[in-house]
């Protein structure tokens, strides 16, 4: 069997680069584990029934520079080529109006849908 984390964390603020395909965007940080952290070390080297036992600990991820980042330079991570492929997917095939029939909903601006609301 397996177990998977879902550690929370503030990486969903981190935008994606990659060096594939041609990207000019570099990251310049990257995510782990924090291993200096006991109970993230602990876990990683536990068995499943054992990280089921201790429900309180959790596992702690650290943001690492790969290289100086100039003050206010954005912080950017690779998120890995199997995310970088279904985004590319994303893009080429989705459409709003494939979405909206999906739906079964029409295209209202904001403004219209605020009208009557009150």
Do not use: C
């Not at 100086?68 to 590319?88: C, Q, S």
Request: hydrophobic share 40%.
């Amino acid at each position: 069997s397996s177990l998977t984390f879902f550690p929370l964390t503030h990486a969903m603020f981190i935008n994606h680069a990659s060096t594939r395909k041609g990207s000019n965007r570099h990251p310049n940080a990257k995510i782990r584990w924090a291993l200096d952290h006991t109970d993230t070390y602990h876990l990683l080297h536990s068995s499943i029934e054992l990280v089921k036992e201790r429900k309180a600990s959790k596992p702690f991820l650290e943001f690492v520079a790969t290289r100086d980042i100039e003050p206010d330079e954005e912080v950017l991570i690779d998120y890995g080529e199997a995310w970088e492929d279904a985004w590319n997917s994303h893009l080429t095939d989705w459409s709003i109006k494939q979405s909206l029939e999906k739906q079964k909903m029409s295209a209202v601006s904001i403004l219209a849908m605020n009208e009557n609301k009150f």
